[in-house]
């Protein structure tokens, strides 16, 4: 998982070889004061895997920004070609793999 833009992440799913592009700006302005400081690059390109891969986090120095695993899935599935969000079935089991950042 790694920043990709100012308001997306690049991650792998646990099990996929491919990674996938997560657009998070919608996610971000519908969270008022609290996600606010996700809206400047710089606090967003702080994106770390947390919770042994089962989140991930930012650091923005006031407090802990996070979204899991799960709500990240749903997310990229809202927005993925296929449209098919009903294949999303609720498994806990959406991990993050850690890795490199991609050249």
């Known amino acids: 998982m790694e920043a990709a833009g100012p308001t997306d992440l690049r991650v792998t799913w646990r099990g996929k070889r491919a990674a996938e592009r997560v657009e998070l700006a919608g996610w971000v302005a519908t969270g008022g004061d609290i996600l606010a400081a996700l809206s400047d690059p710089a606090v967003f390109a702080k994106a770390s895997v947390g919770d042994y891969g089962s989140s991930v986090k930012w650091d923005d120095g006031e407090g802990d920004l996070a979204i899991d695993a799960i709500h990240l899935k749903k997310l990229w599935m809202s927005k993925s070609r296929s ?14 793999r850690m890795r490199r950042p991609l050249p």
């Open 83 to 96: 449209g098919r969000a009903s294949c999303w079935n609720g498994n806990p089991g959406f991990i993050f």
